[in-house]
């Protein structure tokens, strides 16, 4: 019984040294906190012009989970979406190509 439980200790050690070792995936070198001057920024009052403009465009708010969101957002599990997730599981096909996608 004691050579089982250490042949299975040894093995989840090798297991495990192996995972960690394995490459990283696109979505697992991304920083938890982004730099804020690679993400462009929109203001308010131009999202507001853009409106009036009849500009098409969704909400999508990818955070943690709130009671209140913006009326009409779509919202996303921030456990779905890098560097959480792969993002695999967010369906985006739904949106058209021709739209803004305002992300807050």
């Known amino acids: 019984m004691k050579k089982k439980a250490l042949l299975f200790t040894m093995m ?23 730099k804020q001057e690679k993400a462009p920024r929109i203001m308010p009052d131009q999202v507001k012009q853009m409106l009036k403009n009849d500009e098409k465009m969704v909400f999508v708010y990818a955070g943690y989970d709130v009671k209140k969101v913006l009326c009409g957002s779509i919202y996303v599990p921030y456990t779905l979406v890098p560097p959480e997730s792969d993002g695999s599981r967010v369906d985006l096909k739904v949106f058209p190509k021709d739209i803004w996608i305002m992300c807050y």
Request: glycine share 0%; hydrophobic share 50%; aromatic share 22%.
């Open 12 to 34: 989840c050690m090798l297991i495990a040294a192996y995972a960690y070792s394995a490459e990283k995936t696109w979505w697992q070198k991304f920083s938890k906190i982004p």
